[in-house]
């Protein structure tokens, strides 16, 4: 797992497996990026592998945003956190933060 804590391009880029044994590091390194103010972009083309775990962490994403005020976006979200989040339901939550 890799985080890169500027911004790059606009975005944070997340890479490596977002998995039971890598989300409590991986949230614990990107709390803070929710102070501030202005939009998140989280961008996963790096993320290699995800469980039910990793679709829990975007999902904690998603409350520190908005308990921030701050817009999150997510893009090159993975195809395999694609499908975990149709097949648990949140698709439509998911999806309203991913941008192409």
């Known amino acids: 797992m890799s985080l890169t ?4 391009a606009g975005g944070r ?6 998995v039971f044994d890598t989300v409590p590091e991986v949230y614990a390194a ?3 990026w929710f102070a ?5 972009v989280f961008d996963l083309a790096a993320v290699t592998q995800v469980d039910s775990a990793g679709l829990g962490l975007v999902i904690e994403w998603l409350r520190l945003a908005r308990a921030s005020g701050r817009a ?4 090159n979200m993975p195809t395999q956190m694609q ?3 149709s097949v ?3 698709r ?3 999806f309203k933060a991913t941008a192409a």
């Open 92 to 94: 439509d939550v998911l």
């Open 13 to 18: 880029p997340i890479s490596g497996p977002l």
């Open 36 to 40: 501030g103010n202005g939009e998140l």
């Open 88 to 90: 648990n339901g949140l």
């Open 5 to 8: 804590a500027g911004n790059l």
């Open 30 to 32: 990107t709390k803070e």
């Open 72 to 75: 999150l976006k997510f893009v």
């Open 83 to 85: 499908v975990l989040a």
